[in-house]
T-cell receptor
Framework: SQTIHQWPATLVQPVGSPLSLECTVEGTSNPNLYWYRQAAGRGLQLLFYSVGIGQISSEVPQNLSASRPQDRQFILSSKKLLLSDSGFYLC??????????FGPGTRLLVL | DAKTTQPPSMDCAEGRAANLPCNHSTISGNEYVYWYRQIHSQGPQYIIHGLKNNETNEMASLIITEDRKSSTLILPHATLRDTAVYYCIVRVKRSNDYKLSFGAGTTVTVRA
């Protein structure tokens, strides 16, 4: 069966520091991969999606970037965090017929 | 994707069936109905999806009206662990628009 991992689970970072969040998927090949952000009490906002290695599409302009160095690895990065980058970051993978399955999430607090 | 309307909240007694309604009166013929839920502090969890036939899996049943303008998610025997926000989403199954648009959902509280 397929599983999706995210780490770290929680992160507290100072403004201006870099960020790297990692997501890996097991048990499937060539999945579509997604990064979403959920602000407190708000809905999910799609940040990036990837249909293959090295292929990244950005949904909204922002302070973040994404990379997909391997088939089942998706990384969310920032060179300098802003206060507004705080939130709950969710990675998801798209299965057959594009049902999306979410990871456990990383809760990021920028101070 | 078609817009959906759900009640903001509902309570359910533990052990009883929970029936969660969703209106999607502008749904088009190639749009599926998906249900997800999000338990506090966790990522959304896929529950079930369907096009026009009723569907059942180990988690829930999905009943779609004949005109497809509304649907009901049924949790047959609600437990305390089913307390969550439940989202009804309609979208084309394979689409170049990869975004899942979550609305406000229904906050379901299962009480002992």
């Amino acid at each position: 069966s397929q599983t999706i991992h995210q780490w770290p689970a929680t992160l507290v970072q100072p403004v201006g520091s870099p960020l790297s969040l990692e997501c890996t998927v097991e048990g499937t090949s060539n999945p579509n991969l997604y990064w979403y952000r959920q602000a407190a009490g708000r809905g999910l906002q799609l940040l990036f999606y990837s249909v293959g290695i090295g292929q990244i599409s950005s949904e909204v302009p922002q302070n973040l970037s994404a990379s997909r160095p391997q088939d089942r690895q998706f990384i969310l990065s920032s060179k300098k965090l802003l206060l507004s980058d705080s939130g709950f970051y969710l990675c998801a993978w798209g299965g057959i017929q594009e049902t999306q399955y979410f990871g456990p999430g990383t809760r990021l607090l920028v101070l | 994707d078609a817009k959906t309307t759900q009640p903001p909240s509902m309570d359910c007694a533990e052990g009883r069936a929970a029936n969660l309604p969703c209106n999607h009166s502008t749904i088009s013929g190639n749009e599926y109905v998906y249900w997800y839920r999000q338990i506090h502090s966790q990522g959304p969890q896929y529950i079930i999806h369907g096009l026009k036939n009723n569907e059942t899996n180990e988690m829930a049943s999905l009943i779609i009206t004949e005109d497809r303008k509304s649907s009901t998610l049924i949790l047959p025997h609600a437990t305390l662990r089913d307390t969550a926000v439940y989202y009804c989403i309609v979208r084309v199954k394979r689409s170049n628009d990869y975004k899942l648009s979550f609305g406000a959902g229904t906050t379901v509280t299962v009480r002992a």
